[in-house]
């Protein structure tokens, strides 16, 4: 059965990007011919044991304050961080960390450890308990320049990319995004490849990301074991680097210390990043480095396809 709605109430698609099928898409190379580009996007998190009550919805899922849900998340920080930086160490992951700025104020013991291993810092807000709902523009405008600012101070780098708080945005996200600077946002979730974003002014383009392949749906909401979620990465990996070979592919893999820093997920997860780093062809990457290539090469090319002009409106 169908339900119809009224012309008068329908809502377009978002006017955010372009149609853009999937089949005979002009090809992404990546450099060196690579057909795949690869980076590791952990989320480094501060909750608030009670935080302030926003607009829109609560942070916890049981009557402040929620110690459980709490130190499941401070497990991250005090244990699951470490154990995953010992990893990447092993390993030779270059991260690139989705970060809530308060982390460097609370633990400036993490701030450090990120900035000596040259990992790229990009944006998750300053909490992961407060949100963008509600924010006015010169709310948000000074919330994204705080957070460029958190960043800049303890790495020297200059914020590239941007992750909303618990993914949430308002109307004018993206349009401030693109104003203030930064170069990708991660909140649209809609492709494989880098795509630009329609924004007032300047450029922005959307780089792909994951709420599948993500420990957080994969081992969290989802329930699975550590080898589910290690199977589910590597299948990921295998359908993105075979059609890379034509398209040019990325691949995101978005984790959580407080998930994946537990002992018995270490080597599961350790195997299938060994797998993917082990084949021709990948390009390891950090966000920066995809989205700057992409920018350079291909965004205006995308434009010009998808939209008609050079830039992004």
């Known amino acids: 059965m169908s339900y119809p709605v009224p012309a008068d109430q329908q809502q377009p698609a978002p006017d955010l990007y372009a149609w853009n099928p999937w089949r005979n898409r002009p090809r992404i190379e990546w450099p060196d ?27 916890w899922f049981r009557p402040e304050p929620d110690v459980l849900h709490y130190g499941i998340r401070d497990y991250g920080n005090r244990v699951g961080f470490w154990r995953m930086a ?44 407060r949100y963008q709902y509600g924010m006015s523009p010169e709310q948000e405008r000074a919330f994204i320049r705080d957070v ?8 020297g780098q200059e914020l590239a990319g941007w992750l909303s708080p618990a993914l949430t945005n308002t109307p004018e996200t993206l349009n401030m995004l693109a104003e203030e600077g930064v170069v990708y946002t991660l909140d649209l979730f809609h492709d ?9 002014s300047g450029k922005l383009m959307s780089l ?16 699975g074991t550590a080898r589910d979620y290690a199977r589910m990465i590597r ?33 599961p997860l350790a195997d299938a990043i060994e797998y993917i780093l082990g084949h021709e062809g990948v390009w390891h990457a950090t966000g920066r480095e995809i989205a700057a290539h992409y920018m350079t090469h291909y965004h205006d090319r995308d434009v010009a396809r998808l939209f008609g002009g050079t830039d992004g409106r």
Do not use: C
Request: hydrophobic share 40%; net charge negative.
């Open 33 to 59: 011919g690579k057909r795949l580009a690869f980076w590791v996007a952990p989320n480094v998190e501060f909750y608030e044991l009670a935080p302030p009550r926003g607009p829109a919805r609560a942070s």
């Open 148 to 155: 460029r600012d958190s960043i800049h101070r303890v790495s």
């Open 208 to 223: 792909p990301y994951s709420l599948q392949v993500n420990d957080w749906t994969g081992l969290h909401t989802g329930a």
């Open 235 to 267: 299948d990921q990996f295998d359908r993105l680097y075979a059609e890379g070979e034509t398209l040019g592919t990325v691949m995101a893999l978005p984790l959580h210390p407080w998930m994946i820093g537990y002992p018995h997920r270490w080597q």
């Open 192 to 200: 494989d490849q880098p795509q630009p974003v329609r924004v007032r």
């Open 86 to 129: 010992d990893m990447f160490d092993e390993l030779g992951v270059r991260a690139s960390i989705s970060l809530n700025v308060a982390v460097l104020d609370h633990f400036p013991e993490i701030g450090r450890a990120m900035a000596d291993r040259n990992w790229e810092l990009f944006s998750h807000g300053v909490y992961n308990t």
